[in-house]
């Protein structure tokens, strides 16, 4: 059974996760069909800076969301002032982070998915008087449905684990900012709190291996749905 602090940093978690990868799929999804089926040469710049988080030192992108987002910048204090948002030290800032180091490990399967798309399916949807962006919602998500799970899976786990932005986008504070990652971290800095940081680490485990599951169960769901309506 969770004690109350456990249960408020595990909830804190998942409502970081789970914003993090609303907030970002509906650009993961325009990116990677840009990626997939766009012709510009200069398309590379484009997939090299998505993926550019994956090879920076986390808290470099915390340290550069928090010079371009914090309160005393432009653009955080426009954001402040004018819709009342907030980034930088709050739970928002640590979704954020999340997003960002996130979004390479989406838009890579989704991409992935849209490439292996046979076009003339949807040449033949166009045929028949369908719009573009139905095409898109009839035939294209669709068949592109399982990197799509995927892409949510893996950015999910990595907002969930995520570290060395939050820290230092969002700071250590409880209640507030203080996800899984950080709460271990806090405790194994504590005498005697190698207990505590260990049902924190379970729970970490648990809470992964459960979407990895629901992600495989749903993935093959969609792939019979697919096969039995071929």
Known sequence: MLDTAQAEVLWLSLKVATTAVAASLPLALAVAWFLARSRWRGKMVVDAVVHLP??????VTGYLLLVALGRNSPVGGWLEHTFGLV???RWTGAALAGAIMGFPLMVRPIRLSLEAIDSRVEDAAATLGASPIWVWLSVTLPLALPGVIAGLVLAFARALGEFGATITFAANIPGETRTLPLAIY???????GERQAGYLIAISVAVSLAALIASEVVARHVKRIQASGR
């Open 186 to 192: 806090t405790f194994i800095q504590v005498p005697g």
């Open 54 to 59: 994956l090879v920076l030192p986390p808290v």
């Open 87 to 89: 980034f930088a030290f």
